[in-house]
Protein backbone atom coordinates (compact mmCIF):
# COMPACT_ATOMS: atom_id res chain seq x y z
CA UNK A 1 0.00 0.00 0.00
CA UNK A 2 1.07 3.30 -0.56
CA UNK A 3 2.60 5.16 2.34
CA UNK A 4 0.00 8.17 2.48
CA UNK A 5 -2.68 5.83 2.21
CA UNK A 6 -1.28 3.17 4.52
CA UNK A 7 -1.16 6.37 7.41
CA UNK A 8 -4.43 7.43 6.60
CA UNK A 9 -5.84 3.59 7.37
CA UNK A 10 -3.48 2.91 9.92
CA UNK A 11 -4.84 6.89 11.98
CA UNK A 12 -8.48 5.44 10.97
CA UNK A 13 -7.85 2.14 12.68
CA UNK A 14 -6.66 3.78 15.78
CA UNK A 15 -9.63 5.62 16.03
CA UNK A 16 -12.01 3.05 15.18
CA UNK A 17 -10.47 0.59 17.81
CA UNK A 18 -9.69 2.85 20.42
CA UNK A 19 -10.20 1.00 23.52
CA UNK A 20 -12.07 -1.90 22.24
CA UNK A 21 -11.00 -5.77 23.57
CA UNK A 22 -8.24 -7.53 21.64
CA UNK A 23 -10.47 -9.95 20.95
CA UNK A 24 -13.11 -8.29 19.24
CA UNK A 25 -10.71 -6.26 17.28
CA UNK A 26 -8.72 -9.40 16.03
CA UNK A 27 -12.55 -10.90 15.05
CA UNK A 28 -12.66 -7.49 12.80
CA UNK A 29 -9.84 -7.68 11.51
CA UNK A 30 -9.98 -11.33 10.11
CA UNK A 31 -13.76 -11.22 9.47
CA UNK A 32 -14.30 -8.20 7.43
CA UNK A 33 -11.04 -5.48 7.69
CA UNK A 34 -8.08 -7.65 6.44
CA UNK A 35 -10.33 -10.98 5.35
CA UNK A 36 -8.28 -13.16 3.73
CA UNK A 37 -5.20 -10.81 3.82
CA UNK A 38 -3.96 -11.01 7.29
CA UNK A 39 -1.33 -13.36 9.33
CA UNK A 40 0.17 -13.83 12.31
CA UNK A 41 3.50 -13.57 13.47
CA UNK A 42 4.83 -15.81 15.72
CA UNK A 43 7.97 -17.04 18.13
CA UNK A 44 5.72 -19.63 19.58
CA UNK A 45 7.35 -18.14 22.39
CA UNK A 46 6.35 -17.81 26.11
CA UNK A 47 2.93 -16.37 25.87
CA UNK A 48 2.84 -16.82 22.12
CA UNK A 49 -0.12 -19.24 22.29
CA UNK A 50 -2.12 -16.92 24.01
CA UNK A 51 -2.49 -14.87 20.72
CA UNK A 52 -2.95 -18.10 18.77
CA UNK A 53 -5.76 -19.20 20.78
CA UNK A 54 -7.76 -15.98 20.33
CA UNK A 55 -7.02 -16.30 16.43
CA UNK A 56 -8.18 -20.26 16.31
CA UNK A 57 -11.52 -19.50 18.00
CA UNK A 58 -12.07 -16.92 15.24
CA UNK A 59 -10.43 -18.83 12.47
CA UNK A 60 -7.62 -21.98 12.94
CA UNK A 61 -6.86 -21.44 9.21
CA UNK A 62 -5.09 -17.85 9.48
CA UNK A 63 -1.76 -18.14 8.08
CA UNK A 64 1.12 -17.86 11.40
CA UNK A 65 4.07 -17.34 9.93
CA UNK A 66 7.04 -18.86 12.13
CA UNK A 67 11.18 -17.58 11.95
CA UNK A 68 13.20 -20.31 12.14
CA UNK A 69 16.37 -18.63 12.64
CA UNK A 70 18.39 -21.88 13.12
CA UNK A 71 19.27 -21.03 16.66
CA UNK A 72 15.84 -22.01 18.40
CA UNK A 73 15.95 -23.72 21.67
CA UNK A 74 14.98 -27.64 20.08
CA UNK A 75 12.00 -27.63 23.00
CA UNK A 76 10.37 -24.48 20.79
CA UNK A 77 9.98 -26.74 17.86
CA UNK A 78 8.97 -29.21 20.19
CA UNK A 79 6.19 -26.46 21.60
CA UNK A 80 5.21 -25.20 18.57
CA UNK A 81 4.20 -28.64 16.65
CA UNK A 82 2.29 -29.18 20.09
CA UNK A 83 0.70 -26.08 20.32
CA UNK A 84 -0.64 -26.56 15.95
CA UNK A 85 -1.71 -29.92 17.46
CA UNK A 86 -3.56 -28.52 20.45
CA UNK A 87 -5.35 -25.35 18.81
CA UNK A 88 -5.78 -27.08 15.28
CA UNK A 89 -4.27 -24.59 13.26
CA UNK A 90 -4.05 -25.82 9.49
CA UNK A 91 -1.83 -22.84 8.21
CA UNK A 92 1.97 -22.62 10.05
CA UNK A 93 4.53 -21.26 7.65
CA UNK A 94 7.77 -21.85 8.61
CA UNK A 95 10.63 -19.13 7.19
CA UNK A 96 13.96 -19.92 6.99
CA UNK A 97 17.30 -17.61 6.82
CA UNK A 98 18.65 -17.95 2.81
CA UNK A 99 21.78 -20.91 3.08
CA UNK A 100 23.82 -18.64 0.53
CA UNK A 101 23.62 -15.74 2.99
CA UNK A 102 24.51 -17.96 5.96
CA UNK A 103 27.15 -19.37 3.91
CA UNK A 104 28.36 -16.04 3.38
CA UNK A 105 28.22 -14.16 6.53
CA UNK A 106 28.28 -16.66 9.11
CA UNK A 107 29.30 -19.71 8.00
CA UNK A 108 30.57 -20.45 11.42
CA UNK A 109 27.03 -20.14 13.34
CA UNK A 110 28.88 -17.45 15.96
CA UNK A 111 27.47 -13.90 14.51
CA UNK A 112 25.32 -14.02 16.90
CA UNK A 113 28.53 -13.62 19.47
CA UNK A 114 30.36 -10.71 17.67
CA UNK A 115 27.15 -9.10 15.89
CA UNK A 116 23.75 -9.98 16.74
CA UNK A 117 22.50 -6.96 15.00
CA UNK A 118 23.80 -8.16 11.93
CA UNK A 119 22.91 -11.97 13.04
CA UNK A 120 19.61 -10.76 14.15
CA UNK A 121 19.21 -8.89 10.48
CA UNK A 122 20.69 -12.29 8.89
CA UNK A 123 18.25 -14.56 10.80
CA UNK A 124 15.25 -12.39 11.18
CA UNK A 125 14.72 -9.72 9.35
CA UNK A 126 15.99 -10.48 5.86
CA UNK A 127 13.59 -13.15 5.73
CA UNK A 128 10.47 -12.03 6.54
CA UNK A 129 9.68 -9.34 3.69
CA UNK A 130 9.15 -12.13 0.97
CA UNK A 131 7.14 -14.52 3.83
CA UNK A 132 4.38 -11.79 4.57
CA UNK A 133 4.39 -9.96 0.60
CA UNK A 134 1.23 -11.67 -0.05
CA UNK A 135 -0.64 -9.44 3.37
CA UNK A 136 -2.29 -6.09 3.80
CA UNK A 137 -1.65 -6.68 7.64
CA UNK A 138 0.82 -8.64 10.35
CA UNK A 139 -0.74 -9.33 14.15
CA UNK A 140 1.69 -9.79 16.59
CA UNK A 141 1.28 -10.64 20.10
CA UNK A 142 3.01 -7.53 21.72
CA UNK A 143 2.39 -6.74 25.26
CA UNK A 144 2.81 -2.80 26.98
CA UNK A 145 3.76 -4.77 30.48
CA UNK A 146 6.60 -6.23 29.41
CA UNK A 147 8.09 -2.54 29.26
CA UNK A 148 11.00 -0.62 27.54
CA UNK A 149 10.19 0.38 23.92
CA UNK A 150 6.88 -1.71 24.08
CA UNK A 151 5.53 0.22 27.30
CA UNK A 152 3.91 2.44 24.67
CA UNK A 153 3.19 0.49 22.15
CA UNK A 154 0.25 1.50 19.18
CA UNK A 155 -2.74 -0.56 18.30
CA UNK A 156 -1.75 0.10 15.01
CA UNK A 157 1.49 1.25 13.10
CA UNK A 158 2.20 1.56 9.29
CA UNK A 159 5.62 -0.65 8.92
CA UNK A 160 6.73 -0.96 5.60
CA UNK A 161 3.64 -1.20 3.09
CA UNK A 162 1.78 -3.39 5.96
CA UNK A 163 -0.54 -2.26 8.52
CA UNK A 164 0.98 -3.98 11.78
CA UNK A 165 -1.07 -4.67 14.29
CA UNK A 166 -0.60 -5.82 18.27
CA UNK A 167 -4.18 -6.50 19.32
CA UNK A 168 -3.53 -7.63 22.87
CA UNK A 169 -1.18 -4.74 23.50
CA UNK A 170 -3.27 -3.65 26.69
CA UNK A 171 -3.35 -7.14 27.77
CA UNK A 172 -1.58 -7.20 31.89
CA UNK A 173 0.06 -10.32 32.96
CA UNK A 174 -2.82 -11.27 35.04
CA UNK A 175 -5.42 -11.69 31.91
CA UNK A 176 -2.30 -13.42 29.94
CA UNK A 177 -2.38 -15.48 32.65
CA UNK A 178 -6.04 -15.93 32.98
CA UNK A 179 -6.47 -16.83 29.28
CA UNK A 180 -3.74 -20.09 30.05
CA UNK A 181 -5.55 -21.21 33.35
CA UNK A 182 -9.67 -21.04 31.46
CA UNK A 183 -8.34 -22.20 27.99
CA UNK A 184 -5.94 -24.96 30.01
CA UNK A 185 -3.64 -23.48 27.63
CA UNK A 186 -0.10 -25.43 26.84
CA UNK A 187 3.11 -23.40 28.69
CA UNK A 188 6.62 -23.43 26.84
CA UNK A 189 8.51 -26.12 28.80
CA UNK A 190 11.63 -23.53 29.04
CA UNK A 191 9.03 -21.44 31.37
CA UNK A 192 9.08 -23.83 34.76
CA UNK A 193 13.20 -23.66 34.07
CA UNK A 194 13.17 -19.87 34.78
CA UNK A 195 12.78 -18.32 30.67
CA UNK A 196 10.20 -16.03 30.93
CA UNK A 197 10.87 -14.83 26.85
CA UNK A 198 12.45 -17.04 25.15
CA UNK A 199 14.06 -16.05 21.36
CA UNK A 200 16.82 -18.02 20.24
CA UNK A 201 19.24 -20.37 22.46
CA UNK A 202 22.59 -18.11 22.12
CA UNK A 203 20.91 -14.65 23.73
CA UNK A 204 18.03 -15.90 25.66
CA UNK A 205 18.97 -16.39 29.61
CA UNK A 206 16.98 -17.11 32.65
CA UNK A 207 15.52 -14.76 34.96
CA UNK A 208 15.68 -14.40 38.63
CA UNK A 209 12.15 -14.83 40.30
CA UNK A 210 10.48 -11.47 40.01
CA UNK A 211 12.78 -10.09 37.64
CA UNK A 212 11.20 -7.90 34.19
CA UNK A 213 10.25 -10.03 31.99
CA UNK A 214 12.69 -9.23 29.15
CA UNK A 215 15.66 -9.22 31.05
CA UNK A 216 17.11 -12.74 30.06
CA UNK A 217 16.77 -11.34 26.23
CA UNK A 218 20.72 -10.21 25.19
CA UNK A 219 20.98 -9.83 28.81
CA UNK A 220 24.35 -7.75 29.20
CA UNK A 221 23.94 -6.17 26.33
CA UNK A 222 22.12 -2.60 25.20
CA UNK A 223 20.08 -5.17 22.48
CA UNK A 224 16.04 -5.00 23.06
CA UNK A 225 14.47 -6.08 19.91
CA UNK A 226 15.53 -8.57 16.97
CA UNK A 227 14.61 -5.37 14.79
CA UNK A 228 11.32 -7.11 13.28
CA UNK A 229 9.42 -5.32 15.59
CA UNK A 230 11.47 -1.90 14.58
CA UNK A 231 10.31 0.54 11.86
CA UNK A 232 13.70 0.58 10.27
CA UNK A 233 12.85 -0.75 6.73
CA UNK A 234 13.80 -3.73 7.44
CA UNK A 235 10.75 -5.63 7.41
CA UNK A 236 7.59 -5.48 10.06
S1 LIG B 1 18.43 -13.60 18.68
FE1 LIG B 1 20.64 -14.06 18.71
S2 LIG B 1 20.95 -15.97 17.55
FE2 LIG B 1 18.85 -15.19 17.13
S3 LIG B 1 19.04 -14.09 15.25
FE3 LIG B 1 19.30 -12.58 16.91
S4 LIG B 1 21.52 -12.51 17.42
FE4 LIG B 1 21.14 -14.30 16.11
Not at 90 to 100: A, E, G, L, N
Not at 123 to 128: A, T
Request: glycine content about 8%; hydrophobic content about 40%.
Amino acid sequence: MEQEALDRRVQELNKRYEGVDGQKVLRALIEDEFRGRIAVLSSFGAESVVLLDVVAEIDPSVPVIFLDTGKLFAETITYRDDVIAHLGLSDVRIVTPDPVQIEARDPEGILWYWDPDSCCALRKVEPLPSAIVEFDAVISGRKRYHGAMRSELALFEAVDGHVKTDPIASWTKEQVMARFESRRLPRHPLVAKGYPSIGCEPCTSQVAEGGDVRAGRWAGTMKTECGIHLQNGMGI
